[in-house]
T-cell receptor, first 117, second 114 residues
Framework: KAGVTQTPRYLIKTRGQQVTLSCSPISGHRSVSWYQQTPGQGLQFLFEYFSETQRNKGNFPGRFSGRQFSNSRSEMNVSTLELGDSALYLC????????????????FGNGTRLTVT | AQTVTQSQPEMSVQEAETVTLSCTYDTSESDYYLFWYKQPPSRQMILVIRQEAYKQQNATENRFSVNFQKAAKSFSLKISDSQLGDAAMYFCAYQKAAGNKLTFGGGTRVLVKP
């Protein structure tokens, strides 16, 4: 079974631009979560989608948004990029939603390394 | 809000020896899960071991075991018979029973000396 696939692996953008990152979960997984990893702030939760609905959101500005499609694939968009948005963005999928998290731990992708210049 | 603290930025261990990583957390919840994830240079977060808060028995996965002290809110990871492939960043993470949001600690880098 294929793992969580994130594309692209590397991305270089300029301040003020926008970017879209893609995540394909493990087949059959319906929950997709996004995390930002930086040396200074560590790993921070961005948001979670389940069955095309955003179920949980972290403490990030509105420039960060996401969506999930009917096939569970998810995209994350960052508008008006800032230098501080440079980070590794990790996507994770799990089989179930609430209440069954033990039986369906999060499986992570290899991440997208975004550099903003 | 829940917080997770890893007080050791880096730990070094000789191959075949044992190393213990510390993790403490703060929560007012009674039902939750705790995890240790490993992140090698490939960047992928790999689940090492997990523990349900309602279980008193400490989880074990091959050479990896935890010491879960619920009252002390402590969750340490022991790596026995360390191997070169164990070298990585290790993150302790907390998850409420409902939902899939993980709160991570700052990480501990493990170096394995041959």
């Amino acid at each position: 079974k294929a793992g969580v696939t994130q594309t692209p692996r590397y991305l270089i953008k300029t301040r003020g631009q926008q970017v879209t990152l893609s995540c394909s979960p493990i087949s059959g997984h319906r929950s997709v979560s996004w995390y930002q990893q930086t040396p200074g702030q560590g790993l921070q939760f961005l948001f979670e989608y389940f069955s095309e609905t955003q179920r949980n959101k972290g403490n990030f500005p509105g420039r960060f948004s996401g969506r999930q499609f009917s096939n569970s694939r998810s995209e994350m968009n960052v508008s008006t990029l800032e230098l501080g948005d440079s980070a590794l963005y990790l996507c994770a999928s799990s089989l179930h939603g609430q209440g069954a998290s033990y039986n369906s731990p999060l499986h992570f992708g290899n991440g997208t390394r975004l550099t903003v210049t | 809000a829940q917080t997770v603290t890893q007080s050791q930025p880096e730990m070094s261990v000789q191959e075949a020896e044992t190393v213990t990583l510390s993790c403490t957390y703060d929560t007012s919840e009674s039902d939750y899960y705790l995890f240790w994830y490993k992140q090698p240079p490939s960047r992928q977060m790999i689940l090492v071991i997990r523990q349900e808060a309602y279980k008193q028995q400490n989880a074990t996965e091959n050479r990896f075991s935890v010491n879960f002290q619920k009252a002390a809110k402590s969750f340490s990871l022991k790596i026995s018979d360390s191997q070169l492939g164990d070298a990585a960043m290790y993150f302790c993470a907390y998850q409420k029973a409902a939902g899939n949001k993980l709160t991570f600690g700052g990480g501990t880098r493990v170096l394995v000396k041959p």
